[in-house]
C-alpha cells in the first residue's frame, strides 16, 4: 500500500506553513463570536458590556477561543502554489510540495494553552509549522493524520496562545 | 465561584440541540461557510448521515461549559480537545466537565461532550485557575 507521506511532505516537518497578521480586533468582532457561539442564549455580560466588563473584569476580553484571523487578515504568507479553496492540499501547496490529493479533510482535534488575552485593538500573528503526519484506518477508511503546531502572538510580543491543532484527510 | 471545587465534581451546562441555526451563526463569524456544515448532501457524500457541525464550535461549547463552571472567578489556562463522532443536526448533546485534581490555584479537568444516547462526540482534558482556592 502506497503511503500517503511522500519523501518531500516527511522532509517538511517543522517548517513554516502558515503566517498571518490579524487586523485589529474590535469590540463588535467579539461581541458577534460571543453572540454566535452562545446562541439561542444571550451571551455573557463581559463580553458586550464594556462598563460591567471594566468593572468586574478589567476590561473587555474575547472569548479565550476566539478566532481574529476569520475573513480577511492584514497580511499572510503567500503560497508557494496557489490552493484551490477549502483545499485539502493547503499546507503542502503552502511551502511548494504536492500534498497527497484527498478529497475530504475534518477537524480531528485542537490543543490550546492560553497567555495573556485579546483585548480590542489588538493585533494578533499566527506563525504555524507542520509538526507529525500519522496514517490510521477508521470508519472513513484510510486517514492521513497532520498534526501542526501553532503560536500566537500580540503586538507587543506576549503569548497569547500555543498549540496544536489536527486535521484529518480522507 | 468554585472555591468549593472538589476532586470528582461533575457538571454540565445541560443537553441541547443545535443545527443550521447554530451553525450559520458560526459560519458567519469564523468564515467557516464548508459545504459539509451547510448542506445535508454534502455530509452524506462525506460518509455522515448529513450536515455535521463544527468542531470549533464543539471546542467553544466546551469553553462556555468552563466559562459558565467558573462564573468569572478564574480563567481558563489550557483546553486538549480530540472530536471522536459527529455533531448531527437537532441530535440532542451535552458537554460535561468533571475535576480530577486540584493543585493549589489549579484545577485538572476531563471535559467530554456526549449525545443523549451516551455516544461521545468530543473527549479531551482542561486546566483552569481557581483564584482564592491556594
Known amino acids: 500500500m502506497t503511503s500517503y507521506v511522500s519523501d518531500r511532505m516527511r522532509a517538511a516537518l517543522g ?3 502558515d503566517w498571518r497578521v490579524s487586523f485589529p480586533i474590535s469590540a463588535s468582532d467579539i461581541r ?3 453572540v454566535a457561539v452562545y446562541y439561542p442564549e444571550d451571551p455573557p455580560r463581559e463580553f458586550w458590556d464594556a462598563d460591567f466588563a471594566d468593572r468586574e473584569r478589567g476590561g473587555i476580553a474575547a472569548p479565550a477561543e476566539f478566532n481574529p484571523f476569520a475573513w480577511l487578515v492584514a ?5 508557494a502554489i496557489r490552493p484551490e479553496r477549502r483545499d485539502p492540499d493547503r499546507l503542502e501547496k503552502a511551502i511548494g510540495i504536492p500534498g497527497p490529493g484527498l478529497r475530504h479533510q475534518i477537524n480531528g482535534g485542537t490543543e490550546a494553552v492560553y497567555g495573556v488575552p485579546m483585548r480590542p485593538a489588538d493585533v494578533i500573528t499566527s506563525v ?3 509538526g507529525e503526519y500519522r496514517e490510521r484506518t477508521g470508519r472513513l477508511g484510510r486517514m492521513l ?4 503546531e501553532v503560536a ?3 503586538q507587543r ?3 497569547v496562545r500555543t498549540g496544536r491543532d489536527t486535521s484529518i484527510r480522507y | 465561584m468554585n472555591r468549593d471545587a472538589r476532586v470528582g465534581e461533575t457538571f454540565t451546562t445541560g443537553f441541547r440541540r443545535a443545527g443550521f441555526a447554530e451553525w450559520n451563526r458560526f459560519a458567519a463569524v469564523n468564515d467557516e461557510f464548508v459545504p459539509i456544515h451547510m448542506d445535508d448532501a454534502e455530509g452524506r457524500a462525506a460518509g455522515y448521515p448529513g450536515a455535521i457541525g463544527m468542531g470549533r464550535l464543539q471546542w467553544s461549547y466546551v469553553h462556555n461549559l468552563l466559562r459558565d463552571w467558573l462564573a468569572g472567578d478564574g480563567r481558563i489556562v489550557s483546553v486538549a480537545l480530540r472530536f471522536t463522532g459527529p455533531q448531527l443536526k437537532d441530535v440532542e448533546f451535552a458537554p460535561f466537565g468533571r475535576v480530577t485534581a486540584i493543585r493549589g490555584e489549579e484545577a485538572d479537568l476531563d471535559v467530554w461532550i456526549e449525545d443523549a444516547e451516551g455516544a461521545t462526540l468530543a473527549s479531551g482534558t482542561a486546566t483552569v485557575t481557581l483564584p482564592g482556592r491556594g
Not at chain 1, 497580511?75 to 503560497?79: V, Y
Not at chain 1, 493524520?145 to 501542526?148: D, S
Request: glycine share 4%; aromatic share 8%; charged share 25%.
Open chain 1, 128 to 130: 504555524t509549522r507542520l
Open chain 1, 32 to 34: 458577534r463570536w460571543a
Open chain 1, 75 to 79: 497580511d499572510q504568507m503567500k503560497p
Open chain 1, 15 to 17: 517548517e513554516v506553513v
Open chain 1, 145 to 148: 493524520i497532520t498534526v501542526t
Open chain 1, 152 to 154: 500566537w502572538t500580540n
Open chain 1, 157 to 159: 510580543g506576549e503569548t
